[in-house]
């Protein structure tokens, strides 16, 4: 059946979308239309279902929230599947999809599917394709390591994939490139490479004892025993609390990226951004761009958050930044129809009679990002809590090693900050492993692109008065060689590699 | 660091040419009466050098990829390479030369694709509508647009974006 709503995006000024053969895919009892490449809940959203489950007390409709793997929202029951996180399945012809309405029964019948059981003993796995973990993997293999990369998505890249903007820094590391170009250089650099196995739509599940890590794939179990491990994991958006926060239409800033500029559907007509940091900032610009009209960015505190240029480019569009301003309900039958912002006071609570109403349809979140260190904490890695880094965060030292021998964290997942140093600590990672894996004059020439770039990273890019808070964060979690050795005997964790 | 908390930009979203003056960004009148130049309305120490990087006629300076970009303003010829490259899109070129009209160059990211002879709706940097230009030249580096308005004169210095209304 052909479905009356199409949100699909014909014409964009940035990105060309390539859509893939038509497939047919059947959602509760019917038979849908969707494009090869598409996710089945992009594939779903597209053709105007708004509500992807209901919850498991109150029976409330939810929508896309995060839309890369992180957040709950889109399980559904595939092929008899439940849980099935539908933003990173692919369409495939003939799958059954079913929403989930509160907790889903186990499957009924067995798995039909054989899996394949594959053991593979890498020098270096990587965990996460983004930023960080491929220009890791980039290096490691045209160093002559072996290189596992494994990402939970079907597309490697990251967060990259949704950028449209064109990218600071300088030309070497790809300024002035916009971030899905930066992906697709990566994507073109590392199939050069034969020592680079890289494994999507493959969540990584687990630390064992003897330093085993264990990921699940398509019909494919892999059981990993690599010498050293970069987790560069990336980070989850936040949620703020306010009535009717889940509400469909209500989804986070780079939920909405996903949509509109990885896969070319239009998230909405009219949108309010809640946040002015650089996430809130480019998306109102990106959903302009996409033919969505901005309604406002409101702002809690007194001050914009993220870069001038950024606020530049929305308000000379004449949209609105409201500061010392917050959302304070959403409303709608299904969908998010209406939003209510307040002014707030110093001390930032609501100032009566100031609320003011916008019509919308979505309401982005942008209000930070939280590390995604489930894999450092479960291997053993002492944490510690930094609110400049957007949460808890592995202790590290310099080089990027964590209290678990071998095991190096980077990107988001090591404090969130962007993705050009995401691209800095990837690179830092890997010299350090291969300044350790190889010898002689390979391994001396690591450590002085390894000192080369820790130099440009801290004296030069962090000397930034807009980065000085990140940098506060990044300083107050590493820690000297001694100070690591020592940590690693107080606390020594359940596991080690190499 | 210049102290920056006299600056108003970080509220408002939006800079006045005072505060452009003050941090050194905005060229000497007698150089803006003489024909096109390169501003750039950079006013944070962002870690980024890619003006420096395409310039062709090496007019702006940098000692650190955090400082401000600065101009030589008699070497700069106003050929809006930094409007095509800038990935703040706060690059653009203002030509006060001309007795009846003022000429912007600036970067545009959305559609419809403008074309030369285009009328289109001027706005300043706070977005509001301040009259009516005419696209006079428009080329294309990597998705942006760079497209030189002809505003009446005396709006060079306000004019910052366009909006093209769809037929």
Redesign the interface.
């Known amino acids: 059946m052909t479905s009356p709503i199409d949100r699909r995006i014909y014409e964009h000024p940035i990105i060309t979308f390539h859509r893939g053969r038509k497939i047919k895919f059947v959602f509760e009892g019917r038979e849908v239309e969707a494009y090869e490449g598409e996710s089945v809940a992009v594939a779903l959203y597209a053709i105007g279902i708004d509500v992807f489950s209901w919850s498991r007390k109150l029976n409330r409709p939810r929508g896309p929230f995060c839309m890369i793997g992180k957040c709950s929202s889109c399980f559904m029951i595939v092929n008899n599947i439940p849980n099935t996180r539908t933003c990173i399945l692919p369409v495939q012809e003939g799958l059954v999809v079913e929403r989930q309405k509160g907790l889903a029964t186990p499957p009924s019948k067995p798995l039909e599917e054989e899996v394949e059981e594959v053991e593979l003993n890498p020098d270096v796995l990587i965990v996460g394709g983004g930023p960080s973990g491929l220009e890791a993997a980039s290096i490691l293999a045209s160093n002559g390591l072996e290189v596992v990369v494994v990402d939970e998505h079907f597309k490697p890249g990251g967060q990259l994939l949704k950028q449209t903007h064109k990218f600071f820094g300088n030309v070497e590391l790809f300024g002035g490139q916009r971030g899905f170009q930066i992906a697709e250089l990566y994507i073109k650099k590392l199939a050069e490479y034969s020592n680079i196995k890289l494994l999507t739509q493959t969540s990584v599940y687990g630390v064992f004892r003897g330093g085993i890590v264990a990921a699940a794939g398509r019909n494919k179990h892999y059981i990993i025993k690599p010498r050293a491990v970069i987790a560069a994991t990336g980070a989850q958006e936040r949620l703020i609390e306010f009535p009717n926060n889940d509400l469909p239409g209500v989804m986070g800033a780079g939920g909405a990226q996903t949509i509109m500029n990885e896969f070319g559907v239009k998230p909405g007509e009219k949108a309010l951004v809640v946040g002015s940091g650089n996430v809130g900032l480019i998306v109102a610009y990106q959903l302009v761009q996409a033919g969505v009209e901005v309604k406002a960015i409101v702002e809690i505190m007194k001050e914009i958050g993220g870069w001038f240029v950024h606020a530049a480019k929305v308000r000379r569009l004449g949209i609105p930044i409201l500061t010392s301003h917050t959302i304070k309900y959403v409303e709608g039958n299904g969908r998010v129809e209406k939003a209510v912002v307040v002014e707030v006071d110093d001390k930032f609570n609501p100032i009566s009679g100031t609320e003011r109403e916008f019509n919308v349809d979505l309401v982005l979140l942008a209000v930070g990002l939280e590390p995604d260190t489930r894999f450092h904490a479960q291997a053993g890695a002492v944490m510690k809590y930094v609110p400049e880094l957007g949460g808890l965060v592995p202790i590290r030292t310099r080089d990027l090693e964590t209290t678990v021998s071998n095991l190096y964290v980077a990107g988001d997942s090591s404090g969130v900050e962007e993705a050009t140093t995401a691209i800095l600590e990837g690179r830092i990672a890997a010299y350090s492993i291969i300044s350790k894996f190889t010898s002689g004059s390979r391994a001396q020439q690591a450590l002085e692109e390894m000192e080369k770039t820790l130099k440009f990273l801290w004296e030069e890019y962090r000397s930034s008065p807009l980065l000085s808070r990140a940098r506060r964060g990044k300083e107050s979690v590493t820690v000297s060689r001694e100070e690591l050795l020592e940590l690693r005997s107080k606390y020594p964790p359940p596991v080690s590699f190499g | ?1 210049k102290n ?1 908390s006299r600056f108003e ?7 006045e040419i005072e505060e452009l003056k003050e941090l050194g960004l905005i060229p000497p009148s007698e150089r803006l009466v003489k024909g096109p130049v390169a501003i750039l ?10 003006c420096i ?2 310039c062709p006629t090496k007019a702006i300076k940098m000692e ?3 400082d401000l970009p600065r101009i030589e303003w008699d070497k700069c010829t106003g050929c809006g390479m930094c409007v095509a ?1 800038c ?4 690059a653009f070129v203002v030509d006060l030369s001309k007795p009846d009209a003022d000429y912007v160059t600036l970067p545009y ?3 419809p ?1 403008p074309r030369k002879g285009d009328r289109v709706i001027l ?6 509508r301040v009259g009516e230009g005419e696209v006079v030249r428009v080329w294309e580096r ?3 647009f760079i497209v030189t308005v002809k505003t009446p004169k005396g709006l060079g210095m306000e004019v ?2 366009i ?1 093209i209304e769809r037929k």
């Open positions: 660091m920056m930009f970080r509220r408002k979203g939006y800079i309305e950079c006013p944070e120490e962002i870690p980024c050098n890619i990087a395409f650190r990829i955090i490259v990935p703040g899109l706060a990211e959305l559609l694709p706005l300043n940097r706070r977005g509001e990597n998705k942006t910052r974006s909006w």
